[in-house]
């Protein structure tokens, strides 16, 4: 069993999808202490503080506090416990997690079968207590013979286990890309964001919107869309009543009147995606905006700081107050999603 040094810098276990942990190092700007590649987890050192909202390709943040090496085959509850830190005293949550890889998945039922026992000690030890704003305790198991352990700022961290929030496949959404604009809805907005920017009633533009599958989840909340693109919609949305389907390029078209929503998933250059977004907010042509960045594969952070760069720049010369996040959303795959909004003064 070991514990970090507390005399060293501060030390993190990041979740991340596997693949993009060199992504995932390079935005942090930290030293890395393990990160390899597919691994879908990264420990750093050397920041005194990370911001979970700042990190594009983080899955989820992690005080790492403690770590157990060599698991014995029987009674792993034991050292387990034992290595749990004093500090803090209690815990909002006990989360039992593995990699999001082929191996990982091969220990979810022992994590199943695991969490009850360890949660019922944690209980009796009087660790455990019903207060949301108290750190989660975060068990995370690489394999079955190593375990570290850490906790999450429920303020500073994602909330869903894992740092993954499974969408449901709806049964008549034209396509699986639905899930991702889905996702993007939860991730990005407050409850009360929701209530007051989701409403019947409210007009939507999808660029870029064949088969269909965004042009389905905004209609499913309600909204008139404006689907743009020269190839066909699929399913329900084909023929629905509240989606007029327009045969024109996503770069050209312009709404007539101001919309309540622009929604972009068009393959194209990162660059340029950002630039058609910023003009619409910038035009007042929308005041808020879902779109996902296709990323090149060996520069994936210098192009979104520069896609994020372009972006400010514009909304910075016209003296706007706004919102700008990204962020890899677990149904995203080589791409990240953004969110942009005008706020009101």
């Not at 393990?34 to 594009?56: C, M, W």
């Not at 700022?153 to 639905?178: C, F, H, Q, W």
């Not at 630039?275 to 960045?293: C, E, H, Q």
């Amino acid at each position: 069993m070991s514990t970090p040094n507390s005399t060293k810098s501060q030390q993190w276990l990041l979740y991340c999808r596997p693949g993009f942990e060199r992504d995932c190092l390079q935005e942090t700007q930290a030293s890395p202490l393990e990160a390899s590649v597919n691994s879908g987890f990264l420990i750093l050192q050397g920041k005194p503080r990370l911001h979970y909202d700042q990190l594009t390709f983080t899955r989820q943040l992690i005080t790492l506090l403690a770590e157990v090496s060599e698991l014995p085959d029987r009674d792993r509850l034991t050292p387990l416990f034992a290595a749990i830190p004093d500090t803090p005293a209690q815990f909002s949550a006990l989360w039992l997690e593995t990699p999001d890889t082929n191996d990982g998945k091969t220990l979810s039922g022992f994590i199943k079968r695991f969490q009850p026992l360890l949660e019922e000690k944690l209980r009796a030890s009087g660790r455990m207590a019903e207060d949301p704003s108290l750190p989660r305790l975060h068990i995370f198991f690489p394999d079955k013979n190593r375990a570290l352990i850490g906790t999450s700022d429920p303020r500073n961290s994602n909330t869903a286990a894992m740092g993954i929030l499974r969408m449901k496949m709806p049964y008549e959404a034209p396509s699986r890309s639905v899930l991702k604009l889905a996702e993007a809805f939860e991730v990005f907005l407050s409850e009360d964001e929701k209530i007051q920017w989701i409403r019947p009633g409210m007009r939507a533009v999808d660029l870029g919107a064949a088969p269909g599958g965004w042009t389905w989840h905004l209609v499913s909340l309600g909204m008139q869309v404006e689907a743009v693109d020269n190839g066909p919609l699929k399913g329900v949305v084909a023929d629905h009543p509240s989606v007029k389907h327009l045969r024109l390029d996503g770069f050209r078209y312009r709404p007539k009147h101001a919309v309540d929503w622009l929604v972009c998933d068009m393959i194209e250059q990162p660059g340029r995606v950002a630039a058609l977004v910023a003009d619409w907010i910038a035009s007042g042509s929308t005041s808020r905006a879902f779109f996902n960045l296709k990323l090149p594969m060996k520069k994936r952070v210098e192009a979104l700081n520069e896609a994020l760069a372009s972006i400010r720049e514009v909304m910075d010369k016209k003296g706007f107050k706004y919102r700008l996040k990204a962020k890899q959303l677990y149904h995203d795959r080589e791409e990240v999603t953004v969110f942009l909004a005008r706020i009101k003064r």
